[in-house]
């Protein structure tokens, strides 16, 4: 059984910083390609960013590129997002997603994932 339990989430300034973190536990966390992505009131899921395997490669949104960083450390089996220069419209439910297929390369496909945590929410104010 796969779980994905995300941390960190609360309210923060505009302009200001915060960081989310993923625990993993039940399978080889250190094979699998990792990301976030994010859910807004009223809209759809949406990618963030995601990490390959080893966190030698990642994979930004246009909307998030050069504000978030993402990061994983395998023998903790933890991924984490840090978000800095905060905007309203980062406002939402941060989910972290585990790759489906082992080895699997970064990617922005909603379809590409097969676990999911419950979610910690993020709340930007102006």
């Known amino acids: 059984q796969v779980q994905l339990v995300e941390s960190g989430g609360g309210l923060v300034q505009v302009g200001g910083s915060l960081g989310i973190s993923c625990a993993a536990s039940g399978r080889t966390f250190n094979r699998y390609a990792m990301a976030w992505f994010r859910q807004a009131p009223g809209k759809e899921r949406e990618f963030v960013a995601s990490?390959?395997?080893?966190?030698?490669?990642?994979y930004y949104a246009d909307s998030v590129k050069g504000r978030f960083t993402i990061s994983r450390d395998n023998a903790k089996n933890t991924v984490y997002l840090q978000m800095n220069n905060l905007k309203p419209e980062d406002t939402a439910v941060y989910y972290c997603?585990?790759?489906?297929?082992?080895?699997?390369?970064?990617?922005?496909?909603?379809?590409?994932?097969?676990?999911w945590g419950q979610g910690t929410q993020v709340t930007v104010s102006s």
């Open positions: 990490i390959n395997w080893s966190g030698g490669g990642t």
């Open positions: 997603a585990g790759h489906r297929v082992m080895w699997g390369t970064v990617s922005g496909k909603l379809d590409d994932y097969s676990y």
